[in-house]
């Protein structure tokens, strides 16, 4: 697919093993929805304990410098002593983000989790949940549910607000509608997140092993046997979907793949205006000064910039000069004054947009991982990737997939996959 935009003009995130805006911490793999394409078993009453997770936290600080810790699982609110969690992540001097499917939280919650240091949520809501009362909804009925947790979390004030949703093949074309909303909510909702739907498809084209072992793949929760639907819907795709109704959006940073470096695994956008207008998108100059200057005046990467930043946009203007994206949305800002006032005199938001491309088979075997990947997590004190985890814990180790001889010379260009990942947040199932 033909883009106007290359590994060469987007702003290469600096973030990596060792150094990274995020880290994912999984207090428990106990859910309380089904997803469709979730990357972690439903275990009941699977919650670790306390002394547990502050070793997860300790192996962490030793490993892995972090600006914000993704409290995720499972479902973490339905940890006994989720608060209790909170604190121990700000004792570190972290900001802590739950990602929830929003079920469970509840005003009550909510103020609890405040008191405790919270500083927001990612919300996975999308149609491939087993959401009570909301089965059968389409992503823009869904807009309903989103508007109820966004509406809760605005209420309580001062914290980061994000969606995400995985993108199935047949929501690919729903993905503009949600962006839709999410303007319309740009002075409450500061990241939109969309996951592209992975599974492990179980084929004629790969066999699984570990070390020199033959293993079953088939009961994974991220495997499936060979159909029709398909699993590999790309950043790209996704980009282009957007485009027919959102003509000007242009990505300006991005994660490459561990095995194909212009592959776009995480593609990071920026765009500011409000419910009247959307005024343009920042370009990559501004995405790298941001993450340089947060890096040289904290030592860390930025995650989660806090709501009272993401509401004065006027102020990022003073960066125009050195980002031509960001002169462009001036242009229109001013030129709004003549041409649609309403929108110039309203105050203007800053909202991130990011697409991810999770784990990619290749035809010769090698799984193609989010290289720098924050939703990185601890099993037997290493760092691992969480959305691989279910191989951690059946195996000691990641599987290898190892193509069959009749099919390796005709799958160069092929790429089944495997599981959906989350996300910035964010995975799936959560």
Request: charged content about 25%; some cysteine; aromatic content about 10%.
């Amino acid at each position: 697919m033909s883009t106007d935009f290359s590994p060469r003009t987007l702003y290469r995130l600096p973030w990596n093993f060792a150094d990274n805006a995020i880290s994912w911490l999984e207090p428990t793999s106990t859910c309380n929805l089904y997803c469709d394409g979730c990357y972690r078993e439903n275990r009941a009453n699977a919650h670790k304990s306390l002394s547990e997770i502050q070793h997860e936290l300790d192996v962490f600080e030793r490993l892995r410098k972090c600006d914000g810790v993704s409290i995720a699982g499972g479902e973490p609110l339905t940890h006994p002593d989720i608060a209790d969690i909170v604190r121990m992540v700000k004792r570190k001097g972290w900001k802590a983000i739950i990602n929830s499917n929003g079920a469970l939280l509840s005003r009550e919650l909510l103020r609890d989790l405040k008191e405790a240091g919270v500083d927001g949520f990612t919300f996975h809501v999308d149609s491939g949940q087993k959401r009570p009362h909301w089965q059968g909804k389409n992503e823009t009925e869904l807009n309903q549910l989103r508007q109820e947790l966004a509406d809760m979390l605005h209420e309580a004030g001062g914290l980061t607000c994000s969606f995400n949703a995985t993108v199935y093949p047949e929501t690919l074309c729903e993905v503009p509608d949600i962006l839709a909303w999410g303007q319309e909510n740009i002075d409450r909702v500061h990241v939109m997140v969309f996951i592209n739907y992975r599974m492990a498809v179980l084929g004629k084209d790969h066999d699984f092993y570990v070390g020199t072992e033959q293993v079953h793949f088939d009961d994974m929760m991220y495997s499936k046997n060979d159909d029709a639907r398909r699993t590999d819907i790309t950043s790209e795709e996704v980009v282009e979907m957007i485009r027919s109704r959102e003509t000007d959006f242009m990505p300006s940073a991005f994660l490459n793949g561990t095995e194909r470096p212009d592959s776009y695994k995480w593609l990071l956008a920026g765009r500011m205006g409000n419910r009247r207008k959307i005024f343009g998108y920042v370009g990559a100059r501004f995405m790298e000064l941001v993450q340089t200057w947060t890096h040289l005046t904290t030592g860390k990467y930025l995650a989660y910039a806090a709501p009272s930043l993401q509401r004065r946009g006027r102020l990022y203007f003073l960066l125009a000069p050195v980002d031509k994206g960001l002169r462009r949305i001036a242009r229109r800002y001013f030129s709004s004054l003549f041409t649609a006032p309403s929108a110039f005199f309203r105050r203007l938001h800053f909202q991130s947009i990011m697409i991810i491309q999770p784990a990619d088979v290749l035809a010769h075997g090698a799984v193609n991982m989010c290289d720098g990947c924050p939703d990185i997590t601890v099993w037997n004190d290493q760092l691992v990737w969480s959305c691989r985890m279910e191989e951690q814990l059946r195996w000691g180790e990641n599987v290898r997939m190892v193509p069959r001889k009749r099919e390796a010379r005709h799958l160069e260009t092929e790429r089944p996959s495997i599981p959906a990942a989350a996300d910035v947040s964010l995975k799936p199932g959560s």
